[in-house]
């Protein structure tokens, strides 16, 4: 019999399979139900508080019920949710939602129908008006629908086209080669809806289409993409010859101080819990919430272009296969995650979360310039790393814990950019050219993280410090100095920005002094002023997504408030999440809170973006503030050469030793 697992552990492939076969046995054989996604729900927080102190203390752990939910639909296209108790084996609910609620899209059913598409008589048509060159083929890329019709009830995807380059590799780009029609289709019922024609030229007026006009394929792959001769690049390794420094048992992660446990999620990708430093918690939970990202082109149907790539998708389900020597270096951990079949089974995604400890240059250093001599201590990280594929582009999640009590929760964007067609010598004012015929819009990636504190205690308020100038005044005659001013946010709702008065948020414990600082202990949240989305107030872009309007909010914690914009948003209308738990009534000052950091990025591409691009890098930063009585990293070994050795180059000359001047 498998070991029970800890509350926080992810699920587990026996629970799934019960939890859709308890599902199916409540409706008749001819329901058909068509999963689209099962995973485990938190536990009540205040269940869980009970427990994490038994276990800390070695007393006796309360029974938590592990209890899953599942969305699924019926054959009549009716959508539902379910709660099921898997540790008892009990449907808790059964739901119908509402008509034109529209869960997560399964990735089976999302290839299912791109062939569907492909294949269709209709498109097939379309297809054969191209004439196209020999051993050239179509490919399609499923597009979440969005929303642009309040009346809209029906789940719909539309697929963007494109051109396979006759080349025969698998891999060719054909993002490089987009087409001039998209076609609609009805989820599940596969019933064709319409055919869109894509405009190419500065409006929105289209064509009919016509002959393909060949143009040369931009090609990323190494096969294909014409560098022949590649860099001269010598191994660069990271290893651990006495083994790492953490230890991973289960989920729950130790390393340098640091304590917590990590869970694998089909919607955020993974989620951290339980976080403590040096024996004081200081997060109950951490994960990326939901992501957001609005096209900039205006012209129909490009309006429609804006994911939700959580809520519509799953980072999870969507996570990469990560291997050795690619995407993490050093001595890696993996965690697996897992998908599922429409019928209910779940199938592994094998080392879709990787942990490992990386060094980052220098934590602190101080030289005696009286006496020459040095103290200087490495800044090393543990990072918690899921790469998600969603469609054409590739997000990267980071949160690294670092040896000073900080956290740096890290974005990487990378992949291809999406694509449109575009006329010959025409330039739109909203996209750049990448290559021959093929723009790319701008656009937003707009990320809520979801921060759960409980910074020495459940009890914590957020504050913002402005730093300001000081009046002239007998105290102040040379007009030279600066203070700084806090104010607390009472009430559920968000914090302005305002970068030029330094504006910095933390989350702070009133009810906990620092004896040093004589002021409560904290955490700062440490994150640049960006740019919000640009759509207007009353845009369906806005209406669906309340949280990538402000950088940072504050609520009341209620369980299962975990989605920034809801649970839903698979052609939402409206932002179920942030837009209704920030309501300007809820007390959250000394209350148990969650915080909630928007991580914002306009992405005007470039042409070096194209035809993959670069990493794009984006941070959040979790320091601890009047949180400790001195530096928490003087425990660290001084950095040197005995430990780490670094051998000196010398490019086949005899040198001098190194830190010797030549002048």
């Known amino acids: 019999m498998a070991p029970t697992p800890h509350p926080f552990d992810s699920a587990r492939d026996y629970e ?4 859709s076969k308890l599902v199916k046995d409540a409706y008749p054989a001819e329901a058909n139900v068509h999963f689209v996604q099962i995973d485990r729900l938190d536990p009540p927080k205040k269940d869980m508080i009970k427990y994490l102190e038994a276990e800390k203390h070695g007393l006796p752990l309360p029974a938590i019920p592990r209890v899953f939910y599942a969305y699924y639909w019926t054959n009549t296209l009716e959508f539902n949710k379910a709660l099921v108790n898997v540790t008892v084996g009990h449907v808790i609910t059964r739901t119908k939602l509402p008509k034109g609620v529209c869960g997560p899209l399964l990735p089976d059913d999302m290839m299912e129908w791109e062939e569907y598409c492909t294949n269709h008589p209709v498109v097939q048509a ?32 539309q697929f963007f086209m494109y051109v396979l380059a006759g080349n025969g590799h698998t891999e060719s780009n054909h993002y490089s080669l987009p087409l001039k029609f998209s076609p609609v289709f009805e989820c599940f019922s596969k019933k064709f809806i319409r055919m869109d024609y894509l405009p190419g030229g500065f409006d929105e007026t289209t064509t009919p289409t016509g002959p393909w006009q060949q143009v040369p394929c931009v090609e990323y792959h190494p096969d294909l993409n014409g560098e022949s001769i590649p860099r001269e690049v010598k191994p660069l390794l990271i290893t651990q010859p006495d083994g790492p420094s953490f230890t991973v048992e289960g989920g729950k992660v130790k390393w340098q101080g640091w304590e917590f446990r990590v869970s694998s999620s089909s919607r955020e990708g993974f989620a951290v819990y339980d976080v403590s430093f040096k024996g004081r918690q200081v997060f109950y939970r951490i994960s990326l919430s939901e992501m957001t990202v609005p096209y900039g082109d205006p012209r129909a149907p490009y309006h429609r272009k804006q994911a939700f790539d959580l809520g519509d998708c799953g980072f999870g389900t969507n996570g990469n296969h990560l291997n050795l020597g690619c995407d993490c270096l050093g001595t890696i951990k993996y965690m697996d995650g897992y998908g599922i079949h429409a019928n209910g089974e779940p199938y592994v995604i094998p080392n879709t979360i990787c942990m490992h ?23 090393r990280e543990f990072v918690v790393q899921t790469i998600a594929t969603v469609a054409n582009y590739e997000y990267v999640i980071n ?111 009133e009810n906990v002094i620092n004896p040093i600082s004589k002021t409560p202990v904290g955490y700062k949240i440490a994150m640049p002023a960006r740019q919000m989305i640009l759509a207007d107030d009353d845009s369906f872009n806005v209406k669906r997504a309340k949280f990538a309007t402000q950088q940072v909010w504050v609520t009341k914690y209620r369980d299962h408030e975990l989605f920034a914009a809801g649970e839903f948003t698979n052609q939402s209308q409206n932002d179920t999440g942030l837009g209704e738990w920030a309501n300007g009534t809820d007390d959250v000052r000394n209350e148990d809170i969650v915080v909630w950091a928007t991580l914002g990025f306009t992405h005007i591409p470039r042409v070096e973006d194209f035809p993959v691009m670069p990493v794009e890098t984006h941070n959040i930063h979790l320091v601890p503030f009047n949180f400790f009585d001195k530096n928490p990293a003087l425990d660290i070994p001084q950095s040197n050469q005995a430990f780490n050795k670094s051998t000196l180059y010398t490019g086949g000359k005899e040198e001098p030793a190194c830190c010797k001047t030549k002048i």
């Open 16 to 19: 799934v399979r019960l939890a």
């Open 126 to 157: 379309e297809i054969a008006k191209l004439k196209l060159p020999a051993g050239y083929t179509v490919r399609n890329d499923p597009w979440i629908y969005a929303t642009d019709d309040p009346n809209e009830r029906r789940p719909l995807v």
């Open 357 to 379: 400890e990386q060094d980052n240059g220098i934590l602190y250093k101080h030289v005696n310039y009286r006496t020459n001599n040095a103290v200087v201590a490495r800044k």
């Open 399 to 509: 949160l690294k814990f670092v040896n000073d009590g900080s956290i740096d929760i890290e974005t990487r964007a990378t992949g291809i950019l999406s694509t449109m067609p575009i006329d010959e010598n025409v330039k739109v004012p909203w996209g750049t050219i990448v290559g021959p015929n093929v723009m790319a819009a701008y656009h937003q990636h707009i990320l809520s993280f979801r921060i759960d504190p409980a910074v020495d205690g459940h009890k914590n308020t957020v504050v913002f410090d402005d730093t300001l100038k000081l009046p002239r005044s007998k105290l102040n005659p040379y007009g030279i100095g600066f203070v700084s001013d806090r104010k607390y946010v009472e009430k559920a709702g968000y914090v302005e920005q305002s970068p030029f008065t330094n504006r910095t948020y933390k989350i702070i414990n």
